[in-house]
């Protein structure tokens, strides 16, 4: 399978059974709109031979039920259609989820957050509407239109065969030109969206820093330019649509002047006045059906786009299952001569350093220097530019990374803080973490006083995630999260950041010192700092500076 649209409909794991349930209360509306409009025009004919009423009783109550039915089962279609698509969204990001959890990391930190916030979000929302606005309505067609064709066929077989390329012309051909035309124009839409959902998380995450360095309208406009060019490539999207709108009206007239004028010419071959108000009205009716196929066209253009988008990250991800990956044996790390560095920017100078279980490392230098690209190259995050990281003497390329990552793991600066308790904050790092220990670790990063006057303690709930506290409780609780984190080797990149200087201090002692308590003498860390106090006990200080960053990396 390798269209990447049912790769990714198979990701929303939708049951037949709710599918079935949507598309038959489809029919069922659309059906009743179709007897409502055959059954009218019987009506209305045969009233207007003043026939008895009590010949007219059961048409009459017809009506009323067909007008009833179709309004309760187009309501029951919309329910179990929405109710499907909710449903599969919620189980498709599930997954992705799991498999971004164990599959490749790399995957996802060489996205910008925008970017993977745009493929686990909209995107996937983009996919799942494919099941409201293509799947669904395309089957409830394809049924109604046989349905007319075949009703019509017992009356006229020539008002059948105008019927039926009214239809087709209608229901597929505009369609697919409209979705051939809007292709690129959404692919280009998409793009300029991911862009601006870059920006528009800087603006929010980095407001004060953008504003300090005088960079805030430059990202605002370039939010504000890349929001227009989405606007410009969906305008360009909907001269296809028009076309494709056209063609349903047009359908129609053509259908129901043919459609008089054949039952004109039958009139003198024996043509009933019912079956003549049948032959013109049932049209009307059969066009309902194929009404939505150009939205459903740009619903699948969308979601194919989209779906691709989702695919490639979920390909990079599990391609960490390959034969061929060596399990980790051992913890301690060691590198030659690597430098690490962005694809199409800058990379450290060679750096040698050891890591032995239980070791202890600072890595310090100005912002900008390469601290957290050296961390994410040392948790096998990133390739190495040259040189090599060995974890427990094998090449961190050849280790299975889901494994990696359990044994040595990678804590962001801008780690994220959920809008739930505070415990379930912490159990994003161990999930069988309990109570007593949670209370433990908060109150070794310094929270004791915070979290005992927390009117649920630590089942409190943190309303708005970060929102909830400062940044100094934030960087405290992120710490936590870490040291509760059963991996053998912790990566911090600046674990002290937004706390006074007393406190970062000491907190850094703490946890670069053996005997202090804080980790357990056996775990190794290592930690990234603009300040390391002068009388720590590291066993390795590195210092990096802007003079050692080099222009090493080509732009792919």
């Known amino acids: 399978m390798t269209d990447p649209l049912l790769r990714a409909l198979s990701l929303l794991d939708l049951p037949r059974k709710r599918i079935t349930a949507a598309v038959g209360a489809g029919v069922i509306a ?28 059961v048409a009459v109550v017809s009506v009323r039920a067909l007008g009833i039915t179709r309004g309760l089962f187009r309501y029951l279609e919309r329910l179990a259609s929405h109710d499907t698509a909710f449903r599969g969204t919620t189980s498709a990001r599930a997954e992705i989820y799991r498999k971004l959890a164990v599959g490749d990391a790399a995957a996802v930190t060489r996205l910008r957050r925008g970017d993977l916030l745009t493929r686990t979000g909209d995107d996937v929302d983009t996919v799942g509407a494919v099941v409201v606005r293509a799947l669904v309505p395309m089957a409830v067609a394809a049924v109604l239109s046989v349905a ?16 039926a390329v009214a239809l087709v012309v209608a229901g597929v051909v505009a369609p697919m030109f409209s979705a051939r035309a809007a292709r690129a124009a959404e692919a280009a839409a998409m793009t300029a969206s991911a862009t601006y959902a870059e920006n528009a998380v800087t603006v929010l995450d980095h407001a004060a820093e953008l504003r300090v ?140 350093m050891t890591v032995p279980p239980g070791g202890r490392v600072a890595i310090v230098g100005p912002s900008g220097s390469g601290k957290t690209t050296l961390l994410m190259t040392l948790a096998g995050l990133l390739p190495p530019t040259a040189g090599w990281v060995n974890v427990g003497g094998i090449d961190v390329t050849e280790l299975d990374p889901a ?28 999930g069988d973490l309990n109570e007593v220990d949670a209370v433990a670790a908060l109150r070794a990063v310094g929270l004791r006083d915070w979290v005992d006057a927390l009117p ?43 706390l006074d200087a007393a406190a970062g201090a000491e907190l850094l002692r703490a946890l670069l010192d053996r005997d202090s308590g804080l980790l357990g003498a056996d775990r190794s860390v290592v930690v990234v700092t603009h300040q390391l106090p002068t009388d720590t006990r590291a066993d390795q200080v590195i210092s990096l500076n802007y003079a050692q960053r080099e222009n090493l990396l080509p732009t792919p």
Not at 148 to 163: D, E, F, K, Y
Not at 264 to 273: R, Y
Not at 422 to 428: A, H, I, Q
């Open 30 to 57: 659309l059906g009743s709109a179709l007897a409502l409009a055959a059954l009218a025009a019987w009506l209305i004919a045969r009233a207007w031979q003043m026939p008895p009423v009590l010949d007219l009783s």
């Open 456 to 498: 649920d303690g630590v089942d409190t709930v943190l309303v708005g995630g970060d929102r909830a506290v400062s940044g100094g409780q934030r960087r405290r609780i992120l710490l936590a999260r870490a040291l509760v984190a059963p991996a053998d080797v912790l990566l911090l990149d600046e674990p002290t950041e937004h």
């Open 213 to 352: 360095a005088g960079r805030s309208d430059v990202v605002i406009e370039a939010a504000k330019a890349a929001s227009n060019r989405a606007a410009h490539e969906s305008d360009r999207a909907a001269g296809g649509a028009a076309f494709a709108a056209a063609a349903t009206p047009l359908g129609i007239g053509v259908s129901v002047l043919a459609s008089l004028m054949i039952g004109i010419l039958l009139a003198d071959n024996g043509m009933s006045p019912m079956s003549l108000a049948v032959l013109v009205l049932l049209p009307l009716a059969a066009f309902e059906a194929v009404g939505p196929m150009p939205a459903a066209a740009q619903a699948l253009t969308r979601g194919r786009v989209a779906a691709g988008r989702i695919m490639e990250l979920v390909d990079k991800a599990t391609a960490a299952g390959r034969d061929g990956v060596v399990p980790v044996v051992g913890v301690d790390i060691e590198t030659l001569d690597v430098c690490a560095g962005w694809p199409g920017g800058t990379a450290t100078r060679p750096q040698n």
């Open 148 to 163: 007319a064709v075949v009703l019509l066929g017992m009356i006229s077989w020539a008002a059948t065969g105008v019927l």
């Open 403 to 430: 494994e990696l990552r359990q044994r040595v793991t990678f804590f962001a600066e801008d780690a994220h803080l959920f809008e739930t308790s505070l415990l379930e904050n912490l159990r994003v790092a161990r």
